[in-house]
């Protein structure tokens, strides 16, 4: 077995890292865990969980993003950080239950339909790439609800990103929504 290659990157959340390892983790989508009490269903985000200071672990395909307390030091994390993730991923025990859905949304009409089209095909990657994940949580007379996870939850621009960005690009291709706006 080759051993799990990973590397921290900065997000735009200075409370958050997002660690990219060579390893698929899921196949899609993202598992968002916002506290211990969750993170127990799998014994990589209880480990994470376990490390002083981490409050919030998301799993996307091949990072996790690790947020810690806004009084902890990175330089004193990322190495526990780092050496948690590698023991466990090459531990070959099972990661996640077999029956933990991964955050896709639900589908249900047309336009809900091509919400998350445009999430998946256009934003999710971008998102992705700051160590967080974007997932659909509703539509109702025009206004879409969506789940900012991972380094977007508490990111200082998660609001510029949210009406800015991926607002203006479903009004642009959806005229029926109205407003865009994050649960």
């Known amino acids: 077995m080759e051993p799990v ?3 921290a990157e900065i997000t735009p959340n200075p409370n958050t890292l997002k660690f990219n390892v060579s390893k698929t983790l ?4 993202s ?9 127990k269903s799998s014994p990589l985000t209880e480990a994470l969980f376990n490390l002083e200071n981490v409050i919030g672990v998301m799993v996307g395909k091949d990072f ?3 947020t810690k307390v806004p009084a902890a030091n990175w330089q004193t994390m990322v190495e526990q950080v780092t050496s948690t993730i590698q023991t466990l991923l090459s531990s070959g025990q099972v990661l996640f239950p077999a029956d933990m859905p991964a955050a896709t949304g639900a589908k249900v009409g047309e336009i809900e339909q091509k919400i998350m089209d445009i999430l998946d095909a256009e934003i999710r990657s971008a998102v992705n790439m700051d160590g967080g994940d974007i997932t659909f949580h509703g539509y109702s007379d025009g ?3 969506l789940h900012l996870q991972g380094s977007c939850s508490s990111c200082p621009s998660s609001i510029m990103t949210l009406k800015m960005g991926v607002e203006n690009r ?9 407003e865009v706006v994050q649960v």
Request: hydrophobic share 45%.
């Open 64 to 66: 996790i993003t690790v």
């Open 170 to 178: 479903l009004k642009a291709l959806i005229p029926e929504i109205k």
């Open 143 to 145: 206004i879409v609800t």
């Open 31 to 39: 598992m968002n865990f916002t506290d211990k009490e969750r993170a």
């Open 26 to 29: 899921i196949s899609s989508g």
């Open 5 to 7: 290659q990973i590397s």
